[in-house]
């Protein structure tokens, strides 16, 4: 079983940045395959980014040049850099972890961009 807590989230004017955090269990968070999903009300849950084999990264188009997505291995973390925020990028940020083919969720944390 592997838990994920995410955390970072909060209130930002359009233009600003947040880092969010997702810390995760076990011992072999080297191998775990990690993405950011985020679901804003009223609409479907949506792919954000993903850091996968090798350290490879993609991104939703909709993120791209803003956002980067990294982790720590030694820390047990994959982190969200949020930047030139913008008031369509509110939502409720999930992390999300595959391992082995078992997937995983965290409990979400709000992210709300308004001036």
């Known amino acids: 079983q592997v838990q994920l807590v995410e955390s970072g989230g909060g209130l930002v004017q359009p233009g600003g940045s947040l880092r969010l955090s997702c810390a995760a269990t076990?011992?072999?968070?080297?191998?775990?395959?990690m993405y950011w999903y985020r679901q804003a009300p009223g609409k479907q849950r949506e792919w954000v980014a993903d850091i996968v084999n090798l350290g490879i990264t993609n991104y939703a188009d909709s993120v791209k040049g803003r956002f980067t997505i990294s982790r720590d291995n030694a820390k047990n973390t994959v982190y969200l850099q949020m930047n030139s925020l913008k008031p369509e990028d509110t939502a409720v940020y999930y992390c999300?972890?595959?391992?082995?083919?078992?997937?995983?969720w965290g409990q979400g944390t709000q992210v709300t961009v308004s001036s």
């Open positions: 076990g011992s072999l968070f080297s191998n775990y395959e």
């Open positions: 999300r972890a595959a391992v082995y083919g078992t997937i995983y």
